[in-house]
């Protein structure tokens, strides 16, 4: 299993970035995808899952804002963050639960200035 983020970067307050998860060596029809974070100093938090039927959950921080999304056709799932805010400066981990164990994408930086 492959998990492959990226569209991490800096913007000012109110902006938006959108980040890709592209999955490699998995049935990615049935797996929940998740979206993690870890600012610095603070443990990692999960921020948005979503489910292989396309059910969705956020964390209260950012509902409203960020929308989780999967393209079934392309293996990726998504993390569209609108309205960010300095508080959401973050790394972004793309996950997933596969088969009873844990796999990580590689971090993506999101910085969002005041």
């Known amino acids: 299993v492959q998990l492959q983020a990226s569209g991490g970067g800096s913007v000012e307050a109110g902006g938006s970035l959108r980040l890709s998860c592209k999955t490699s060596?998995?049935?990615?029809?049935?797996?929940?995808m998740s979206w993690y974070r870890q600012a610095p100093g603070k443990q990692r938090d999960l921020v948005a899952d979503?489910?292989?039927?396309?059910?969705?959950n956020y964390v209260d921080s950012v509902k409203g804002r960020f929308t989780i999304s999967r393209d079934y056709s392309r293996n990726t799932v998504y993390l569209q963050m609108n309205n960010l805010k300095p508080e959401d400066t973050a790394v972004y981990y793309c996950?997933?639960?596969?088969?009873?164990?844990?796999?990580w994408g590689r971090g993506t930086q999101v910085t969002v200035s005041a």
């Open positions: 996950n997933t639960n596969y088969y009873s164990r844990q796999w």
């Open positions: 060596g998995m049935n990615f029809r049935i797996a929940t």
């Open positions: 979503i489910t292989s039927g396309g059910g969705a």
